[in-house]
């Protein structure tokens, strides 16, 4: 224990939490071994120069994580560790869905222990978290949002913010409170194919909108605004599924004094706003009276929490949405809620969200380094390239050459709003695969490509 004072002082979490990291890591090293007895909670406060309150939640904290057991009269002791016993099923493992565009999959292991602390904690509370609740969040998960959302220079009010299950069903309620059926959204011309199946399901049309490098053109978007009279426009304007294009501020600025002008509703997908240290911030900061918010935690955290952090124009644009939620979905699962509110505050989601980031990354470094004469757009922190298939040869066929390895390849024209993107493909990066892997896969994926491109001339 004589450098646990140096590690909770360097720690980025409340010190409560940090005596209790120490505690775990010294069990982990077997510095502290099964039956060891802890300092008395006043001695240690002295020794570690922190109030008794403090050693008191560090304690109390480690006794929820099963690290110690308390004796009235005798004293705090360590616990025998009990082996991890794997009770899950392999068939659940390996039903995954390669043609999700997934961020890479923690595999630290450090970061794997905090996650299954936390998980851990949360049972604790299991029965109430098997009831009914309230359909957007309770006030404590909206606080965490806020603590969330104010990494992207986002502060609203509470009474706008809500925790709701994911962007997909979010995106779904949404479109029923702006819009009817036969009613008209505007969009990208090349649009994430989630939005694309909720507006069919619907029965609206979408209409897309032309763009360059910097996003959607705003003199063709005020065109056809006057022309259609849209409900809405959907932008997913950071690391743009399927492009990776994110639109620069200044382009953002034009958007949002337009809508502003046109009083338009926008509803803002920054599912990978997280991700890429510089990102722009949200049009929900220049257009907040237009500007439906959805941050998606998929792709910055973990895609089975089915949750987002949304925000509402307005405290009454945010009791529309969650009756409309109420009839989708009736509420966000307490559980996810619960785990995801304990990792803002801890620090844990923003150490996922710098591994998602670091991993990206290097992913991205190998296909840049295999992909050397393939035409594509890319982004150092996407999950994705979006590929230009060589002439002559077509996404089918590709895949058809690409189904024995782990890969996800969706066709440009899944994306497609009026635009051809026959001769496109998004070629997924992320997900459970190793940078190993990724590798030999993407050489063969390459060798395919010009193969296949001979074979075609």
């Known amino acids: 224990m004589q450098n646990w004072r140096s590690r909770i002082e360097h720690s980025s979490h409340p010190r409560y939490l940090a005596i209790a990291d120490c505690i775990a890591q010294d069990i982990k ?155 008209t959204i505007l969009c990208e011309n090349v649009t994430y194919t989630g939005f694309r199946r909720i507006a069919q399901q619907l029965g609206l049309k979408l209409v897309g909108v032309p763009w360059d490098k910097d996003g959607i053109l705003p003199d063709a978007l005020a065109d056809l605004i006057q022309a259609h009279k849209p409900k809405a426009l959907y932008l997913n304007p950071t690391l743009h599924n399927p492009t990776t294009h994110t639109i620069p501020q200044f382009r953002r600025l034009e958007i949002a004094r337009l ?73 966000a699962s307490p559980l996810s809620m619960a785990l995801t509110t304990r990792w803002v505050l801890d620090g844990t989601a923003d150490q996922i969200r710098r591994f998602i980031r670091s991993e990206s990354a290097a992913r991205q470094d190998i296909a840049a380094g295999i992909l050397t004469e393939a035409q594509y757009t890319a982004h150092a922190n996407a999950f994705n390239v979006w590929l230009q298939l060589p002439p002559g040869v077509t996404c089918a066929t590709l895949m058809s050459q690409m189904s024995n390895y782990e890969i996800g390849i969706v066709p440009g024209d899944n994306f497609a709003v009026g635009s051809d993107q026959s001769q496109m493909a998004r070629v997924c990066l992320g997900g459970r695969v190793s940078r190993d892997q990724l590798n030999q896969t993407l050489t063969h994926l390459n060798n395919q490509l010009w193969q296949l491109a001979d074979t075609s001339g």
């Not at 939640?57 to 308390?70: D, F, H």
């Open 29 to 183: 090293d077997r510095v502290l071994l099964p039956g060891d007895r802890l300092p008395p909670q006043r001695k240690l406060a002295d020794m570690l120069d922190v109030d008794f309150t403090t050693v008191s939640r560090g304690y109390s904290e480690a006794l929820k994580r099963k690290l110690v057991e308390t004796h009235v009269g005798r004293g705090t002791f360590v616990l025998a560790q009990q082996p991890v016993t794997n009770i899950s099923d392999d068939r659940r493992a390996k039903a995954f869905d390669l043609t999700m565009n997934a961020p890479p999959e923690p595999t630290d292991p450090e970061l794997l222990e905090r996650m299954r602390a936390g998980l851990s904690a949360v049972s604790d509370d299991l029965i109430h978290l098997l009831r009914y609740q309230l359909p957007a969040g309770s006030e404590q998960d909206k606080e965490a949002a806020s603590i969330w959302l104010s990494m992207r220079g986002m502060v609203p009010s509470l009474n706008r913010i809500m925790v709701t299950p994911g962007a997909h069903a979010t995106m779904m309620a949404l479109l029923t409170v702006l819009a009817k059926r036969g009613d």
């Open 259 to 331: 809508i502003q002008h046109e009083n338009l509703a926008l509803i803002e997908d920054d599912a990978y706003g997280f991700i890429p240290p510089d990102a722009p911030p949200p049009l929900a900061t220049s257009a907040p009276e237009q500007t439906w918010h959805i941050g998606g935690l998929a792709k910055c955290i973990g895609a089975g929490l089915r949750l987002a952090y949304t925000v509402a124009p307005n405290a009454r644009a945010a009791f529309a949405l969650e009756n409309a939620l109420r009839a989708v979905s009736v509420m």
